[in-house]
């Protein structure tokens, strides 16, 4: 399956999700303006998202740190500012990865040092998540109670549990024992991926990063919680906090799932799912995780604008260290 119709059964998905919530609910009822007074709750939400940004940004650099790489901290927030957005727009779902990776200069520097961190970043991030999510489903009986809780607790006990056994194998040597001389690569690139291999494999020897790690990531993934509940009080949605901080993180997991164009469709149908259980109505619910979720976009494009045009005029117009500057004419 090549990247265009890979973008386009995504699109189908979320269309053909988007047509049967529209079907199911009074679309009518979903197309309100913000209260005056919700759009307080509006601007200290783009003020979390955005301090969201830079958390998921500090992480990162704890990564590249571990490695030497001599990057500014301004730098990574660029990166993941410019890759954000940007990941939007491209066909695969690591598309923001990739132009994050090379926003902090992976052309110019070691770029399997830089790889290799975004490999482990994403990795530990969907444990996190996991985590999380597992917590949220066991203390889902706080606010309703339906037999089907410990059936969502124990379906993310298993992606879990994959997901560690996964980490633990890759840092041994069985991977690259398997697939030697099965990958019938160029030789440049079989190089470039054992680069990487070899970077990934250093990050094994520092288990106390790793768990630095993982509590960050906990950390900063309470925040869209925050930015729901938020959103919801903008919206004057009749959510408490506990219900917001139960539902969302489990939310969160498969609405990241590449089977969708940016999770459309998944997470407004998760929304109407699990907000029905304490008497949200559909059209509310809907309406909430569609608005929060542009919310969270529009109030990164401010930061997204400035690194992508100003900041990169201004490291247009300075040298660059090494480069060839003319100098001027002595005067006579």
């Not at 301090?51 to 901290?73: C, E, H, Q, T």
């Not at 489990?250 to 609405?255: D, K, S």
């Not at 999770?263 to 809907?286: D, H």
Request: glycine letters at 8%; proline letters at 6%.
């Amino acid at each position: 399956m090549n990247a265009r119709t890979s973008v386009y059964i995504r699109l189908l998905v979320s269309l053909a999700l988007i047509g049967l919530l529209v079907r199911s609910v009074d679309i009518r009822n979903t197309i309100r303006p913000i209260p005056e007074h919700g759009w307080v709750f509006v601007i200290l939400m783009a003020v979390f998202a955005n301090l969201d940004r830079v958390l998921m940004s500090y992480k990162w650099s704890l990564l590249l740190r571990a490695r030497n790489l001599g990057i500014p901290f301004a730098r990574v927030v660029r990166s993941y500012y410019v890759g954000t957005l940007w990941g939007l727009l491209l066909p695969t779902g690591v598309g923001g990865d990739i132009v994050r990776s090379f926003a902090v200069g992976a052309r110019e520097r070691r770029s399997g040092d830089v790889f290799s961190s975004v490999v482990l970043e994403r990795i530990l991030g969907l444990t996190s998540g996991l985590c999380l999510g597992i917590v949220a489903a066991a203390l889902m009986p706080l606010v309703i109670d339906d037999p089907d809780e410990n059936l969502i607790a124990a379906g993310m006990v298993v992606p879990l549990l994959v997901v560690v056994s996964f980490i633990a194998l890759s840092f041994s040597d069985r991977p690259a024992r398997w697939l030697r001389g099965r990958l019938t690569l160029p030789r440049p690139v079989l190089a470039k991926i054992k680069e990487v291999y070899d970077s990934y494999q250093l990050y094994g020897r520092d288990r106390g990063l790793m768990i630095r790690f993982l509590l960050w990531s906990l950390v900063e993934q309470c925040m869209p919680v925050l930015c729901v509940f938020l959103a919801s009080l903008a919206l004057e949605t009749k959510a408490r906090f506990v219900e917001v901080a139960v539902f969302v993180p489990i939310i969160m997991i498969p609405a990241r799932l590449p089977i969708s164009f940016d999770g459309l469709g998944v997470r407004e149908a998760l929304y109407v799912y699990f907000f029905s259980f304490v008497g949200i109505p559909a059209t509310e619910a809907l309406r909430l995780g569609f608005v929060s979720h542009v919310l969270g976009l529009l109030s990164m494009l401010p930061g997204f604008l400035y690194f992508s045009v100003y900041s990169e005029a201004r490291s247009w117009r300075s040298p660059r260290p090494g480069s060839l500057q003319a100098k001027p004419l002595p005067r006579r």
